[in-house]
C-alpha cells in the first residue's frame, strides 16, 4: 500500500513506463477467485510466464513444518511460494517480514525470510536458490518498503541494470546509508543533547531507543511522502530494516550497562565512543542546550 505514495514517478506511471503487466495483486488486482486459480495453474504448468515474482509477507512454515498455519484454498501456502519461485525470472522479497521473517518470526508460526531468517542466510528456499534469471532473492526490507526503493529496483531489473547486492542481498543503492545520516538531529547527537521523552529538539539515541545509527535505509534521502521520517517528527526510528527486527528490547529504551549504550552507533568502538561523548557533552554550545520547545 505504500507504493500508493509513490509521487514522481507515481504507481500508473511506474507501471506503464516500465510497461509491467502485473499478473495478480491482492490489492489492485479484481480478477475472480476462478480467474485467479486458472492463472496459478497457468505458472505451475509453465503455461504462462512469470518474470518477477514479488512475495510480502513471511513464509509461515509451522505447525511441525506442515505449513497449515497460513493456506490458500487448503494447502499450505508455502507450497505455492516453492512453485512460483523455481519459475519465477526474479524474485524479491518486499518487506522485512519477507527478506527476514521480521515480527512473524517468533513463537509457533516457525516463520522465515525467503532466503533469510534474521542474519542467518537459507531461510525458506535455501542459501543456494537461484531464480531464472541466476539471481539470488532480492531482499527490500522495510516495514513497510519505501515506494521510492521499490519503484528504483523494479527499474533497473526490467531495464537491464545490474545491481550491487550488499551481505543480505539488498540493493546498496538504497542499504548502505544509516538512517543517522541525514537526520536532522545529528548535532544534538554529536554534542551528546539526549531527550528523556518526546516531542524535544535532541537526539533521541542514548535514552528513548533511536536505532537511526545503527539500521541501514534511505529514510533520511528519500522521506516519506517527499516531507518526513521519524526522526524529522520526533520518534526514534526502531530499525525496521534490519535483520533482527523488531529485536529483544521494548521499543523506545536504550539498553544500557551503567549508563552507557550497550548497542553504539556502526562503527564506532566503545572506548572511542566513551571518552568522545564525554567531551562533547562537556564542549556542547549553549545554543543546543537550551533547545526546549517551548508549550
Known sequence: MSMLNAESPNI??????????????????????????????????????????????????????TGLFETFEGKPKKDLVRQ??????????????????GVTGAGETDAVGLQFFKKEAGGFLGSGFRSGKGLPVINLPGCPIHPTVLAGTLTALITGVPLDLNTYNAPSE??????????????????????????????LFFHLGCKGPMAHAPCNKFLWNSRN???????????????????????????NIVG?????????????????????????????????TEV
Open 12 to 65: 500508473i506511471e511506474i507501471i506503464e513506463g516500465l510497461n509491467i503487466d502485473i499478473l495478480w495483486h491482492p490489492s489492485f488486482s479484481f480478477a475472480p477467485p476462478a480467474e485467479h486459480r486458472r492463472l496459478l495453474a497457468a505458472l505451475i504448468d509453465r503455461k504462462a510466464g512469470l518474470d518477477i515474482l514479488c512475495i510480502e509477507g513471511a513464509v509461515i512454515r509451522g505447525p511441525d513444518n
Open 84 to 101: 512460483l519461485a523455481d519459475r519465477a525470472g526474479i524474485v524479491i522479497a518486499v518487506g522485512t517480514c519477507a527478506s527476514f521473517g
Open 174 to 203: 538504497y542499504y548502505s546509508m544509516l538512517v543517522h545520516q541525514g537526520c536532522t538531529r545529528n548535532e544534538y547527537h554529536e554534542y551528546r543533547i539526549e531527550e528523556t521523552d518526546f516531542g524535544q529538539k535532541g537526539c
Open 229 to 255: 521520517c521519524k526522526t524529522r517528527s520526533g520518534v526514534p526510528c526502531n530499525g525496521c530494516t534490519e535483520p533482527d527486527f523488531p529485536g529483544d528490547d521494548p521499543f523506545f529504551y536504550t539498553p
Open 260 to 292: 552507557l549504550p550497550i548497542n553504539l552507533p556502526d562503527g564506532v568502538n566503545r572506548p572511542h565512543y566513551l571518552a568522545y561523548k564525554s567531551m562533547a557533552a562537556a564542549s556542547a554550545p549553549e545554543r543546543l542546550k537550551h533547545r526546549k
